[in-house]
């Protein structure tokens, strides 16, 4: 038997440079490291983006990540570069959020603590949305192939026949969608829980031969002030 931990990375960059970790980000895997110091570990993986590995490589330094790209987030930019002028055309409320949001990028001049860099708008969760119904044609990776992918990657990781505990290094998403798999969950609800993972929150997964159960969800006991507890 095994316990997979799922581990969100720490707070990104802003949304111009979001594939990093912020000074909060590595603080927050710092405290990770912390928590987890007297945890032994068979297995350590990471996706292939930037904050994943960072995270990684600062709560487990001693313990090189195997880099698997499945267990990449799904790429937001890309979904935005197509589906944004699409929602534009069709929805004139989402074109004006969407226009707000780019003039308070500019606004924030790249300062990392903006609320425009640290909070999910209602043009993100709009767009988003429209890429996981399929509203448009999309020439990017589906969501369907998505939750295929997190699905592969996990079944990996389980068929490595780790014993003891594994961890892997992801983001919110792929969490969600591994948790919700467990709970026979196989629609578009995966983004509920993906939408509560704090940064450097671990999720657990119990392997039993075939049988995975969700253990816990979400554990943040690491991060124990309020401004540590972030979503983005």
Same mark, same amino acid.
């Given at each position: 038997?095994?316990?997979? +931990?799922?581990?969100?990375?720490?707070?990104?960059?802003?949304?111009e440079? +979001?594939?990093? =970790?912020s000074?909060?980000? !590595? *603080? %927050?895997?710092?405290? =990770?490291?912390?928590?987890? !110091?007297?945890t032994?570990?068979?297995?350590?993986?990471?996706?292939? =983006? %930037?904050?994943?590995?960072?995270? *990684?490589?600062?709560?487990l330094?001693? #313990?090189?990540?195997?880099?698997?790209?499945?267990?990449?987030?799904?790429?937001?930019?890309?979904?935005? @570069?197509?589906?944004?002028?699409?929602?534009?055309?069709?929805?004139?409320?989402? !074109?004006?959020?969407?226009? %707000?949001?780019?003039?308070?990028?500019?606004?924030?001049?790249?300062?990392?603590? *903006?609320?425009?860099?640290?909070?999910?708008?209602?043009?993100?969760?709009?767009?988003?949305?429209? &890429?996981?119904?399929?509203? +448009?044609?999309?020439?990017?990776?589906? &969501? #369907?192939?998505?939750?295929?992918?997190?699905?592969?990657?996990?079944?990996?990781?389980?068929?490595?026949?780790? %014993?003891?505990?594994?961890?892997?290094?992801?983001?919110?998403?792929?969490?969600?969608? $591994?948790?919700?798999?467990?709970?026979?969950i196989?629609?578009?609800?995966?983004? &509920?829980?993906? $939408?509560?993972?704090?940064?450097t #929150?671990?999720?657990?997964?119990?392997?039993?031969?075939?049988?995975? @159960?969700?253990?816990?969800?979400?554990? $943040? $006991?690491? =991060?124990?002030?309020?401004?540590?507890?972030?979503f !983005?």
């Open positions: 038997m095994s316990i997979v +931990y799922l581990i969100r990375h720490g707070q990104a960059g802003t949304r440079h +979001y594939d990093s =970790l000074d909060l980000g !590595r *603080a %927050q895997a710092r405290l =990770l490291r912390e928590h987890l !110091r007297d032994e570990f068979s297995a350590v993986y990471s996706g292939s =983006l %930037q904050r994943q590995q960072a995270t *990684a490589a600062e709560a330094p001693d #313990a090189p990540a195997i880099v698997d790209p499945g267990w990449n987030e799904f790429d937001l930019d890309h979904v935005y @570069r197509e589906y944004a002028p699409l929602l534009m055309r069709d929805d004139q409320q989402f !074109r004006i959020e969407y226009e %707000q949001m780019r003039r308070d990028i500019l606004d924030s001049h790249g300062s990392a603590g *903006a609320p425009v860099h640290r909070k999910w708008n209602e043009c993100d969760r709009k767009c988003v949305r429209a &890429w996981v119904e399929g509203r +448009y044609e999309y020439s990017g990776e589906s &969501w #369907a192939a998505f939750v295929m992918r997190i699905h592969a990657a996990l079944a990996r990781v389980i068929d490595a026949a780790h %014993q003891g505990n594994v961890a892997v290094f992801t983001s919110a998403t792929p969490i969600g969608i $591994a948790a919700a798999n467990t709970l026979e196989g629609d578009g609800r995966a983004m &509920w829980l993906a $939408a509560v993972m704090f940064n #929150a671990v999720t657990t997964l119990r392997v039993h031969g075939d049988e995975v @159960r969700l253990f816990t969800l979400n554990g $943040a $006991a690491h =991060l124990d002030e309020p401004h540590h507890k972030t !983005r």
